[in-house]
């Protein structure tokens, strides 16, 4: 065994201990201790590692080739859409999501595709028969992808090695450990060090490398949030899953744009890229219902069109029940608030169900517009005028702002026929598509009329 030497460090405030505690003397926090390694002794498993780890030099800026920055197509046009247009060689790459939303579907159909790459798919969880079932029913199209199921960090750090792949996959990082730290597999200091020591690997021998992390319901679990600031990307997965629609986000990208996003259906052979959100977050009604209405939103640089669903009814209960699937409960109240002081109605006698399509979840101010809209239309019960869609930010006062990127968010809704659009009227003045009616509203004591208005 190698000789290390480790020590419990209070995460609150730096107190070192020999030993894990509960409470920590120097802060009085509880539960803070994690258990860290200070100094490393070349034994045999600290020489595993390091043995293969070709040393680097400082180097001139201008001497580094460009060629370092060549990106590679995964032949997946969503993935590398989200990656900024490719994986650049040497990459961390986070892969988050919650169990069982598809991150091992989609990290294998990565190592899958026919791009020309060697990959390794490295699974902690599953064995190599259940990946082979796995990759045969996603339909097995790389010759070169290589399955590996290990959970010890220095049996996987020496294949990489051996095999050379372009690309590896680690499924997951919770199930990975290494032998220096006696803590088990999943505990903050096994994750850091694992990932630590996959950077190293990845930054010196341009390898590029995607951890998969699991995250829970509320995000509270430490483990893969404490690798945020390692990694070079940090994507999302995330949906419904009763669901079948999946959004893939981009939260970090040191070579690329972030809040860009990529949108998969879960079929029974895999995830599919959708190249058109809209069409399948719009419902065609026979007859229009109120309580409906669409919002023009535009998360990443590729807007689309979401419907909004809102049911207003009278509270029969002392407090009213409010309750928002894949938007903000917050934002609704204060947005509820804004409607019941401005527009005058009586929202604090009513229950209000807010609803999104698809089960996306929209984190966009833009579609505050929208959410008001459907909020209106259901306490009337009356429904939005056909092809009318909406995009705006309310504020506090129930002034209506202009959304980032409205030009786009209109030539979005003009594209798809919508005939009229309300947005806001502090939008400056730019070229505007033909054949659709732009409305402006400033504030959204304005917005009934728009709202109604043949
Ligand atoms: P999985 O990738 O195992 O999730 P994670 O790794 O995030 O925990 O995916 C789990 C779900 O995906 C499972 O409920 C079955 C479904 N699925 C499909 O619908 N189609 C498919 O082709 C595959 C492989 C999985
Ligand atoms: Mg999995």
Known sequence: MAKIKKAYFCKNCGFEAPKWLGKCPSCGEWNTFAEEIIAKESGPAAASVAGVLPASKPRRVSEIGESDQRRIHLGNAEIDRVLGGGLVPGSLILLGGEPGIGKSTLSLQIALAPNGLKTLYVSGEESAEQIRMRATRLGIRNEECMVYAETLLENIVAQIAEQKPDVVIVDSIQTIYTELLDSSAGSVSQIRECAATLLKYAKSTATSIFIIGHITKDGAIAGPKILEHIVDVVLQFEGDSNNVYRILRG????????????????????????????????????????????????????????????????????????????????????????????????????????????????????????????????????????????AGEIGLSGEVRPAPRTEQRISEAARLGFKRIIVSGYLAKGKRPKGIEIVQINSIDQLPRALFAE
């Open 251 to 390: 939260i970090k990208n040191r070579f690329g744009a972030t809040f860009e996003i990529g949108v998969f259906e879960m079929l029974d052979d895999g995830l599919r890229g959708v190249d058109n959100p809209s069409e399948i977050l719009l419902t065609h009604y026979e007859e229009p219902l109120s309580g409906i209405a669409v919002g023009a939103s535009a998360d990443g640089v590729r807007p689309y069109l979401i419907e909004v669903q809102a049911l207003v009814s009278g509270a029969a209960y002392g407090t009213p029940q409010r309750t928002a699937t894949g938007f903000d409960a917050r934002r609704m109240s204060m947005l509820l608030a804004v409607v019941e002081k401005r527009i005058g109605l009586k929202m604090f006698q009513k229950d209000v169900f807010l609803n999104f399509a698809g089960g996306f979840k929209v984190a966009d101010p833009g579609l505050d517009l929208a959410v008001v809209a459907a909020v209106v239309s259901s306490y009337y019960d009356r429904p939005v005028s056909t092809g009318v869609c909406c």
